[in-house]
């Protein structure tokens, strides 16, 4: 995600909280009822319409009308709960996705997006098996497996993440994220062969992916296809110019010059306070290298 949109999110956040704290304090299950169950279903399609066009606070405002009226509503339950995980409120995402997993055990998106908040909030342990959960109901569900691979390559089981991929590939090809998961895992796994026809195959499904570029790069160099690298490296800040850890990969890769405008550029950004603690480490580390070579 870019600047932008890491700052649109958080202003979204901040108004949805100021709209959470302006109702009168009340648990969900006090529903003041009255609404036919029709009008009930319509309303949460449409603030899983809103949602889905951006418009949280609006979407969230009606997930919380059906909650008021039915508070024993799976689907509004897990939506709302999918909703503040998006905004941040992980805490409360896992008591709402909980809830619905309670009242509908059996939908396999809820275990799915369980494990997402879990994965989030550090329990990698509780987020493998909520989405064996899911798996456990619907095992053609591809993107369960591809989060299953995220998280077991997190807890360094690489050899269980890759198999994960591949059977998310293998419900669903098109799939460019797994095929980027799975590139990465490979290329800790020391495949980097394996691991760029991986990440090619990710670029070729959508070629404006900034982060499979990112990755290609890395596994070039491992391969020491220096020029290649540094290219993809480049591609990746074509798409994503605030991408910090494409700028730091160059810098390692390349030789630097007094006038390097890649040195400019690094030293406009990191002088940037908006700026996240994580990119201001890789464009030091960046900086560092191209000042070395001076």
Do not use: C, W
Not at 221 to 229: F, N, S
Request: hydrophobic letters at 40%.
């Amino acid at each position: 995600m870019n600047r932008a949109a890491k700052r649109h999110q958080k202003t979204l956040a901040r108004k949805a909280a100021k709209n959470r704290r302006g109702h009168s304090p009340r648990p969900l299950g006090q529903g003041r009822g009255g609404t036919p169950a029709g009008r009930v279903s319509e309303l949460v399609q449409r603030g899983a319409r809103l949602h889905q066009a951006g418009r949280v606070q609006e979407a969230e405002a009606i997930y919380r009308q059906v909650l008021d009226n039915d508070p024993d509503r799976a689907d509004a339950n897990h939506l709302l709960g999918v909703l503040l995980y998006q905004l941040g409120d992980h805490a409360q995402a896992l008591e709402l996705i909980s809830r619905a997993i309670a009242m509908a055990p059996n939908t396999p998106a809820y275990h799915n997006n369980l494990g997402n908040v879990l994965k989030v909030l550090g329990r990698l342990d509780d987020a493998v098996a909520s989405y064996y959960k899911a798996l456990a109901i619907k095992p053609d569900y591809a993107e369960a497996n591809n989060n299953l691979g995220a998280v077991l390559k997190e807890l360094g089981r690489l050899d269980d993440a890759v198999a994960s991929y591949y059977k998310a590939l293998a419900i669903k090809p098109d799939y460019a994220e797994a095929h980027n998961n799975l590139g990465t895992a490979l290329k800790e796994l020391g495949q980097f062969e394996e691991a760029v026809a991986s990440y090619h195959q990710a670029l070729a499904i959508k070629p404006d992916y900034a982060k499979a570029h990112n990755n290609l790069g890395i596994a070039l160099k491992e391969l020491g296809r220096l020029e290649e690298a540094v290219a993809s490296h480049y591609k990746a800040l074509a798409i994503n110019p605030d991408y910090a850890e494409a700028h730091m990969n160059i810098a390692y890769i390349k030789k630097h010059s007094e006038y390097d405008i890649d040195i400019k550029a690094m030293e406009e950004k990191y002088a940037n306070p908006d700026i996240s603690d994580e990119r201001r480490i890789y464009l030091a580390f960046g900086l560092g290298k191209a000042f070395e070579d001076l």
